[in-house]
């Protein structure tokens, strides 16, 4: 049971950064660079006191990570803030998923992976689906916005990649999170020159950062080691469920037949892809 509830509060906390940046950058109460500047910034200094709180306090602290991960880190929650000035928070959820788990499916091809018959149905069916998402229309996301999300989404995978057999994840994402400080507070002095941000967009960047990134993680490490490959992603599927909740619930954001669709196909079709490539590896 506690598992289960550590995994519903981290889902939901993935999903909430997604309803929080909508929030704050649809209503123009913080720019885009003020809001990622801020939420890198609320990150590093939450997940540094975790990190100094859990270890002895007669050493200190022992931060990890990597510049690569830095750098993979800041280019996913830029593009991630700019993206939602464009797209509704299930939307750019559901893009942001799916251009995460394809970026994973096709390096492990690239890598030498050989996925079976139904795999590759799978990954076709979530690759035309998302297709469909994107393609013109009057109910299709902003093309830029979901160029954006993608990038990001890219970017993300790429980090997780880089952290892939870590050892001390929250240690490694602490010092990922410190090494973007420099970068985080220029965005937050180019944000105060463009745009004065409000207490209200700034309320909801630091949550972002903190609470539903920092604790986010945190407590998805806690329970990922008690999961299972399959189990782990298959989880992720309902983020982009719950983030369309949460657009429905606090930004009046409609569901049109064209998202349900799309989300149908691909979230199907990644499940498939990863429960087939989950039993062929067993």
């Known amino acids: 049971m506690r598992i289960v509830i550590l995994t519903a509060i981290a889902m939901m906390a993935f999903a909430a950064n997604s309803v929080l940046a909508r929030l704050a950058l649809a209503s123009g109460t913080i720019d885009a660079a003020g809001y990622t500047g801020l939420r890198l910034a609320a990150g590093a200094v939450l997940l540094f006191a975790i990190i100094a709180i859990t270890q002895r306090a007669s050493t200190i602290p022992r931060i990890a990570g990597s510049w690569s991960g830095a750098a993979a880190l800041f280019a996913y929650a830029i593009a991630f803030s700019i993206a939602y000035l464009m797209l509704g928070a299930g939307m750019g959820a559901l893009i942001l998923f799916a251009s995460v ?3 994973m499916l096709g390096w492990a091809v690239l890598k030498g992976d050989r996925p079976q ?3 590759w149905v799978g990954i076709a069916i979530a690759v035309a689906s998302l297709a469909y998402l994107v393609s013109p229309g009057l109910s299709a996301p902003h093309p830029i916005g979901a160029l954006l999300m993608v990038a990001s989404g890219a970017s993300w995978a790429a980090y997780s990649m880089i952290g892939r057999g870590s050892t001390s994840p929250l240690a490694d994402t602490a010092g990922n ?5 420099p970068a985080a507070i220029v965005l ?3 944000g105060l020159f463009t745009m004065a941000p409000s207490a209200e967009g700034m309320l909801y960047a630091v949550l972002s950062g903190a609470i539903a990134s920092g604790l986010g993680y945190a407590v998805w490490y806690l329970a990922l080691p008690n999961l299972t490959r399959i189990t782990a992603s298959t989880v992720q599927l309902t983020v982009p469920a719950i983030a369309a909740a949460g657009g429905i619930l606090f930004l009046s954001e409609p569901i049109t037949m ?3 669709i799309a ?4 979230l199907g079709g990644v499940a498939l892809a990863l ?3 989950e039993r062929r590896k067993r």
């Open 117 to 119: 018959l139904l795999e």
């Open 275 to 277: 429960f087939i490539a």
């Open 101 to 103: 788990q394809m970026s």
């Open 177 to 181: 999170f410190i090494r973007c400080l």
């Open 188 to 190: 937050i002095m180019i």
């Open 263 to 266: 989300s149908i196909g691909i």
């Open 258 to 260: 064209r998202f349900g």
